[in-house]
């Protein structure tokens, strides 16, 4: 599970588009099984990860918006046992049937690699979604 919450600042501005840097804190919550007829294991974790990057938007026509947007953040100590990356980038549309209703799709990719006094995660999402958009 990952909730977001950021901060998008727009420094360039035009009615056809816009482009702007984005600050980002994400709960992410992780639970991991393994098992075998041998042994099994389990795994959980709660972090807040940060992230910075960069969104914008396009409008090529009146009714159809396309958005890009990627964060990316590395922390590390400078030591190998610890260390933080993440990536994220999604690119999407909306195409508006009517002002307050229309429809939206994109494709998300989503890494995450952890490295704690020994104990690595790598979390990877990758996908392509839809969904609808109503306005009021």
Sequence with gaps: TVMRLGYE??????????VGALVEIRQTSLSAA???FLASGEIT??????A???AGRIYPIRQLAIDVQGSILKLTDFT????FH???????????????V??????????????FDGDRGDLRFAGVWIGGVVRY
């Design 34 to 36: 393994l098992s075998s």
């Design 52 to 54: 910075l990057g960069l």
């Design 86 to 100: 993440t990536l994220d980038f999604e690119v999407a549309g909306t195409y508006n049937f009517l002002r307050t």
């Design 80 to 83: 190998p046992d610890h260390s």
């Design 9 to 18: 600042w727009d420094f360039f501005y035009r009615p056809r588009g816009y």
């Design 102 to 115: 229309g429809v939206s799709a994109g494709w998300r990719r989503m890494n995450t690699n952890l490295t």
């Design 45 to 50: 974790g709660d972090a807040p990860l940060p």
